[in-house]
């Protein structure tokens, strides 16, 4: 059967190996797996949260509220924007997805730093988009808009802080980044993890109200990390209306389930988690950078919940990442996005504490 | 700014009014509002699925294991189907918008009945592609064949039991429209109601592994009506492998929540629940028949969980639903698919006692 050509070029999307799996796999212990590749809030659901869900669970035969409207108006509220600028998607991802097919066709392109969150790309690929990359893997606005100007890309990804690395761009950089944008140019800002950011640094941290100063910024935010809701698939973008309501247009009725609203709604309230969430990353990140000093090798400063180890030409990040994987140990390895390092989330203490354990066994 | 020039045909799906807004607009106590608009499960959430559900709730922060690998094992072994010709989607929904990607674009078209679910034509549109309907509301084979024969459409959409008719198509229907299709246009077979079908009448019964026999045949199912997981967003989709491929290229990682995945699991092995389902159903809809009767007004012979009352020139179907509306009862008008009707799930004894003395109250 024939379908349309634009798929050809489509790779999908390798997600975090499972616990199953390596229980399966490498007959590791399900208690003995820790899986610290997938960015999951460490300290777990929020209490609150799980009460939520319970009290919930015999509404699971229920559609939602279509029209998110409580959510939308604790959304609007947390961050002072008018609800008209508001988009619910499962997942700030799903909005990336819109953002794709209001924006892209096989003749459009859109520009990314050479090492980011790999749905751009693949969401881009989905309508047969041109992509083009800077030459460094950190955003440099001096990079970004000579590209800008030259191939007017009808989007650009601006991911802040960045997912793999778990760098950051300073305010004035992303403002530098807009400023010199066309205004047909969608300037995607992607805060997945900005709540991290924010309480690391002030000159890190956006307000999605100053980006809608702009017309053609889309600022997307996710309960995924500092929230603790990965699985409820629940992020939001916030633009002027005009491109909400383009984005309105391929929102599928029901895009976030029953529960998933519900736990969202609570969590929006729910600040003393997340700021506990930061409060153990704080006191696990120093590990990290100190174990990495210790090994004599090259880390990114993060400002997120993960860190990222950059190894010199004396290891190579697949071969301790498999190492790693046959112990129980799930991180990330970054050799397909042309880095030779790991991408670890910060984990509890305990967690952590094996991490240490089973990399000083791995590197002898 | 500029979006893609296919959304300007979009119009966007009315989901069925919730109960807030109905205690908002019309001062209806929230305990004295009965929703019958939906097709949601009248018995509710099974229990051992909501027992599911609350053991889950601590898993929020969790993403679910991406392969689905226990789902689609479940799923191959209730339906005798192997795994390679599974996807799971966040309901079927959302394996209707993966066909329409993977198949249409501006100069596409699609076939379908002039009454049948809404969604085919918005994702239709979403790509721009043609929108054909045959002329009757009900699937006739010999206006299918004649309109395939002619236009060669890319995919043809047959609703069996038809959502929001409540009829079927009889099995050799199905089969007569597949033989005479051309193996490059994609017959979307979708039975989101088949369990009440095949409950009801063997003559209406199909299963995906005879569907398989034709290369480009789509069958959907979901969790939403006889599992009674509306709420939970949990459909799919089986055909050969070279499909699969295709349509698995558009699917986002993580497409369904954590917990939805685990309740869809245990649904899987709920039959007793199914047939609860469908037992109170049987019970309760001759109800409905009788009142039509009664009344002097026409009814569809319903192959699904909800009926559909044809009125003739003596009654306006908005104005019976408006009436309704204001009195706490919320079901689905039919004018805007150009039939003077209503849908209404059935519901429990007690929603349909209520159903009936409003009417009766409206009637006079």
Not at 98 to 117: C, D, E, I, W, Y
Not at 270 to 275: I, L, M, R, S, Y
Not at 326 to 342: Q, S
Request: glycine share 6%.
């Amino acid at each position: 059967m024939r379908f349309n050509k634009e798929l050809d070029q489509i790779k999908t999307y390798e997600a975090g190996k499972p616990i199953e799996l390596v229980v399966r796999e490498f007959g590791v212990a399900p208690e003995d797996v820790v899986k610290l590749a997938s960015n999951e809030n460490p300290l777990g659901t929020s209490p609150r949260v799980a009460e939520t869900i319970r009290a919930h669970a015999d509404k699971a035969h229920l559609y939602p509220d279509d029209s998110m409207f409580e959510l939308k108006e604790a959304l609007s509220r947390r961050f002072g924007v008018p609800e008209e600028t508001l988009i619910i998607g499962a997942g700030s991802d799903q909005i990336l997805e819109f953002a794709s097919r209001v924006k892209l066709n096989l003749s459009a392109s859109v520009l990314m730093s050479r090492v980011t969150f790999a749905m751009y790309e693949i969401y881009a690929r989905q309508q047969g988009a041109t992509i083009l990359r800077t030459e460094d893997w950190r955003h440099r606005p001096e990079q970004f808009i000579p590209m800008m100007e030259e191939h007017r890309p009808e989007i650009v990804y601006l991911c802040t802080p960045n997912n793999p690395t778990g760098d950051a761009m300073r305010r004035e950089e992303v403002f530098e980044i807009l400023d010199a944008s066309d205004p047909e140019t969608l300037v995607v800002v992607d805060g997945a993890y900005m709540e991290y950011a924010a309480a690391k640094d002030p000159d890190f941290a956006l307000e999605p109200s100053e980006l809608l100063e702009y017309p053609n910024a889309l600022y997307l935010g996710t309960f995924s990390k500092a929230y603790g809701l990965g699985g409820m698939r629940v992020g939001y973008g916030i633009a002027r209306p005009e491109i909400v309501r383009a984005l309105m247009k391929l929102r599928p009725p029901f895009n976030i389930t029953t529960l998933s609203l519900a736990a969202a709604i609570t969590a929006c309230g729910d600040n003393a988690f997340v700021e506990e969430s930061i409060r153990l990353h704080r006191e696990q990140i120093g590990r990290y950078e100190a174990y990495a000093r210790e090994r004599g090798f090259d880390y990114i400063e993060s400002y997120t919940n993960f860190i990222t180890w950059r190894f010199g030409e004396e290891l190579d990040s697949s071969e301790v990442a498999d190492a790693l994987l046959r112990r129980g140990v799930i991180i990330r390895d970054l050799a397909r996005y042309g880095l030779n390092a790991l991408r670890i989330t910060v984990g509890t203490a305990e967690q952590n504490d094996r991490l240490f354990a089973v990399m000083d066994e791995v590197l002898g």
